[in-house]
């Protein structure tokens, strides 16, 4: 009998706080909103990710003469690399040097690929592409 006192006061217990929900569901309606303002918020700014391709210092570079340590004292570290292979073209390493933006619906991408003579360790050119796209606008 002591057992079921007991559990009768717990049940007790919970149809009380059953009794107010309108201060939980006012809780939890907050905790939504701060989660959802706050992710949403996030998305409404800017973003930026990576560093500017850093074109100007290509110059400085030339073809089947500069080395992978003449070509990062000069570009940096890059963001990525791999492999190329094309047929009947001796394999190439690839840098990637990359910048990405987002701002209110406009998304922006610099890419730099450098390409690396894997025999040589030497230059053998680059690719650059930049571009861009408005998310949600009419053409």
């Not at 009768?8 to 201060?23: D, I, M, Q, V, W």
Request: hydrophobic letters at 40%; a positive charge; aromatic letters at 8%.
């Amino acid at each position: 009998m002591a057992i079921s006192g007991a559990m009768s006061a717990r049940r007790r217990k919970g149809t009380e706080r059953a009794r107010r929900p309108g201060r939980w569901r006012a809780l939890s309606a907050l905790a939504l909103a701060a989660l959802l303002g706050g992710g949403l918020g996030g998305c409404a700014g800017a973003t930026h990710e990576g560093r500017p391709p850093p074109i100007a210092a290509l110059d400085g570079l030339r073809q089947g003469v500069s080395t992978r340590a003449e070509i990062e004292a000069a570009l940096g570290q890059p963001a990525g690399h791999g492999v190329f292979a094309e047929a009947g073209q001796p394999m190439r390493e690839i840098w990637v040097f990359e910048e990405r933006t987002a701002d209110h619906g406009a998304i922006a991408r610099k890419t730099l690929l450098v390409f690396i003579d894997q025999e040589s360790g030497r230059f053998a050119g680059y690719w650059w592409y930049r571009g861009g796209v408005l998310i949600g606008r009419a053409p």
